[in-house]
């Protein structure tokens, strides 16, 4: 009787176990695809025809980076605008991933509309993201690019980065004999001339909070760092040391510039204190230290230096002034930038004579090459560390071209006019 | 003994699992025969299938389990069976699973499966979140898109045992 009550009880105890040791199965990779999303046209209840159709703008912002695929209207078999209008099956049939649905109505506000819109998981059938967003009925491409970056946001667990813009030099042309700062929207629209002149314009550098530019002019004789401010175009020039005055890059605070200058003779980093204009020396080399780049935590700086014998990255403690090198791969890395975790650099790096745009994480030290171009420079980091702009050629031509982070999807930017260089991503805009 | 409700216990460790036994076998002053004792240790073994082809190789590295002549209901099945449906479950996620953007590294969500004999999805729960949400949310939609399994037709005692309720890893920096 005692020998069956024991195997009752090792019977029990086996099938028992087996439901604690529960079975794990890892799932380490996706799907490639671009995810599915169908954005129905914004049913527009205003008494004016819409200028520019909103869905049409989000599509294009959405499809830019290779991440969504969006259906276009035609492959909709509704259109519905309010949550109780949506039927989930119509959309798996189409097998959408994400749908986006909306209407646009007077605001209470003069001149301002207010849509309210929808976006629904449509596999889990539900609504994960509804708000209201109020804009200006003038600058609709506004009020669809602030769509495109929640949609983003709510899908992508980043930040959109279709509401930001892209600063950049181009040069003279045919056309316009001025060297020429200039600012549009990253999709390349709303470009407007901060600055024009007939001597260089140089490395234009956001402030953190995206209203003031510092950038190099040459319209002195020598080279001066300026500061401008973008709403009101008044700028003036910082305090002028001998020799080259070059490189600003806005401390995260907005309360320094660190800048490159040769009073002492050769290129060495030094910061600027915009409260008491003045000058303080970080690094001092005999070597040339030059293209300094702020960590986001503002406790250390990114440079470029020959110390070595050629160009590489070194990494210096502001408060310590300690220097450490970061790249060893290769004899050429220069114009680092860092990604806004900090925890990566993006540079231009010289493999077989060629020069690409490259990525390192700071820590491994591994160096992957992103671009397949060649004479790739200038590379600016998107401010949700995800897409890089950079200064490239193109049949002769200087041109801005892009590529993800993760090196699937590259595109050109068109040019709007001229010869463009030296771009630089705001930060995102509020 | 009273008899555990097998399925709302919160997975335990393969390590604490281990021990826990033991402790209880002295107390009752059970003496486990060896084979079941091995029995057991095969059963433990966490099934980390990385890649289909490595999962392959990994079950002929598997050392052959000694055949056991008793009931079949009561003892583990092998492991290339359990590989098997695993790997088939890990490419139908796989293949509806679109990852987000979000660049920061190391996340990890961890989601317990219940299925149904048909291989239906009768309920997900997540156990252990990212802490980002769109990246859970990405491993539900995941899910949710497969929504029922198939090539899953096993015999039920192996149902039962591994495939009733599992927990699915999403870990996309291994």
């Known amino acids: 009787m005692n020998a069956l009550k024991g195997l009752i009880l090792i019977l029990l105890f086996v099938s028992s176990q087996s439901s604690l040791s529960q079975l794990r199965i890892e799932i380490t990779g996706g799907a490639e695809d671009p995810i599915n999303i169908a954005v129905v046209p914004i049913d527009w209840k205003l008494e004016f025809p819409q200028e520019e159709y909103l869905h049409e703008i989000i599509k294009k912002d959405l499809e830019s980076f290779g991440e969504f695929k969006v259906l276009p209207p035609e492959g909709m078999l509704s259109f519905p605008s309010t949550e109780e209008e949506v039927f989930y099956r119509d959309w798996r049939l189409l097998n959408v991933d994400y749908l986006v649905v909306g209407n646009a109505n ?73 060297y020429n700062l200039r600012i549009s929207d990253i999709d390349g629209f709303n470009g407007i001339s901060l600055f024009s002149s007939p001597q260089p314009i140089m490395s234009p550098n956001w402030s953190p909070l995206g209203d003031r ?20 175009g008044t700028r003036s020039g910082i305090k002028l040391e001998k020799g080259i005055n070059s490189s600003p890059n806005w401390s995260p605070k907005g309360d320094k510039l660190a800048a490159v200058l040769s009073k002492e003779g050769n290129p060495d980093i030094f910061l600027y204190d915009l409260k008491r204009e003045s000058w303080s020396q970080i690094t001092e080399h005999f070597g040339i230290d030059t293209e300094p ?21 070194y990494q210096v403690n502001v408060r310590s002034k300690r ?12 114009r680092a930038r860092y990604s806004p975790d900090g925890k990566s650099i993006v540079f231009v790096h010289r493999r077989d004579g060629v020069f690409h745009i490259a990525t390192q994480k700071i820590k491994s030290g591994k160096v992957r090459i992103l671009t397949d171009t060649s004479l790739d420079e200038s590379p600016t980091i998107s401010p949700n560390g995800n897409v890089v702009i950079y200064a490239t050629k193109r049949k002769d031509e200087d041109i801005l071209a892009g590529i993800t982070i993760d090196g699937k999807t590259k595109f050109i930017l068109p040019s709007l006019r001229g010869e463009v260089r030296e771009p630089a991503w705001s930060p995102i805009l509020d | ?99 987000p953007s979000v660049t920061n590294s190391d996340l990890i969500t961890e989601i317990r499966i219940t299925l149904v004999p048909t291989g239906e999805i009768i309920n997900t729960k997540i156990i252990k979140g990212s802490g980002i ?36 890893v999403f870990n996309p920096n291994k």
Request: aromatic residues 10%; proline residues 5%.
């Open chain 1, 106 to 178: 007077k605001s209470e506000i003069e001149g301002e509309l207010k849509i309210s819109y929808f976006i629904f998981d449509i596999a889990r059938e539900r609504v994960i993201h509804k708000a209201i967003l109020s804009g200006s009925i003038k600058s609709i491409r506004r009020v669809a690019h602030n769509m495109s970056d929640k949609i983003y946001k709510k899908v992508q667990g980043i930040p959109g980065i279709f509401s930001t813009r892209l600063a950049y030099i181009d040069k003279p042309s045919l056309d316009d004999k001025n």
């Open chain 1, 213 to 232: 530019m510092a950038y190099v002019s040459f319209e002195e004789g020598t080279s001066r760092i300026f500061i401008q401010t973008i709403s009101t």
């Open chain 1, 293 to 313: 780049d702020w960590s986001p935590n503002g406790k250390s700086l990114l440079f470029t230096s020959n110390r070595s014998g050629s160009p590489q990255i």
């Open chain 1, 323 to 334: 220097v450490k090198r970061l790249t060893f791969e290769g004899t050429y890395n220069a």
């Open chain 2, 1 to 99: 003994m009273k008899s555990l409700s097998l399925y709302k216990i919160d997975p335990i460790p393969a390590y604490i699992v281990y021990e826990k036994p033991k402790k209880i076998i002295k107390n009752k002053r059970i003496s486990i025969p060896e084979e079941i004792k091995a029995e057991l240790q095969e059963k433990q073994e966490k099934i980390l299938i990385s890649e289909p082809s490595i999962a392959l190789e990994e079950i002929t590295s598997i050392s052959p389990i000694p055949e056991k002549n008793f009931n079949r209901d009561v003892v583990n099945f092998s492991q290339s069976e359990i590989s098997r449906y695993s790997s088939i479950i890990k490419q139908q996620v796989m293949s509806q699973w679109k990852k």
């Open chain 2, 133 to 168: 949400k769109s990246f859970d949310d990405s491993a539900l939609t995941a899910i949710a898109r497969v929504g029922s399994f198939e090539d899953l037709q096993m015999p039920s005692n192996l149902f039962e045992k591994h495939f009733r309720q599992f927990i699915l």
